[in-house]
């Protein structure tokens, strides 16, 4: 996930539920956040609240929704999941890494816990306005996962989501 300069972030956060080939949650209240003094919900969720979208549907993978409005849980869907309408707010897409959705949904289990920890590295969003395709190009290229001793995946998501039939458009 993308860090924004000055934005708190899930930096350091794992992931709490995957269920293979449906979903993962992700987020935590009692999370510490990378850049702030405060809770995980205060930090990053108070303007994903105002953003978040009643109408739009959970019709691909890669779809952010809020988990529920008592936490800073969120799902990122691995299929479509018209179950989801009307009880999860969408605020986000996933616009690069759907290589890193499929990996995490391989580290699920039925119950919901992950077969390994799933750490996010970080955390944001695409600027608005700024297209996700030049905003990438822009971007440095991730680190060398080798190097660091560990396998190292980008997924890059957008908090304004828009339904506009397909996802990465």
């Not at 999370?31 to 809770?39: P, Q």
């Not at 105002?50 to 929704?65: D, F, R, T």
Request: hydrophobic share 30%; net charge neutral.
């Amino acid at each position: 996930m993308l860090a924004n300069t000055g934005e708190p972030t899930y930096h350091g956060s794992t992931i709490n539920e995957i269920f293979p080939g449906d979903k993962c949650i992700a987020g935590d209240r009692e999370t510490k956040i990378e850049g702030a003094a405060y809770s995980g919900k205060d930090a990053v969720f108070s303007r994903v609240e105002q953003e978040a979208n009643w109408q739009v549907p959970h019709l691909n993978p890669g779809v952010l929704s809020l988990s529920d409005f008592k936490s800073s849980k969120f799902n990122i869907t691995f299929r479509k999941m018209e179950e989801l309408d009307g009880w999860h707010p969408v605020f986000g897409k996933t616009v690069y890494g759907f290589d890193v959705l499929r990996a995490i949904s391989a580290e699920g289990t039925d119950n919901g816990l992950p077969k390994q920890p799933i750490t996010c590295t970080g955390g944001g969003t695409i600027p608005r306005g700024t297209h996700p395709r030049e905003y990438l190009k822009a971007m440095e290229k991730p680190d060398d996962p080798e190097a660091h001793g560990y396998k190292k995946k980008v997924m890059r998501y957008s908090s304004t989501y828009r339904h506009t039939g397909l996802i990465g458009h």
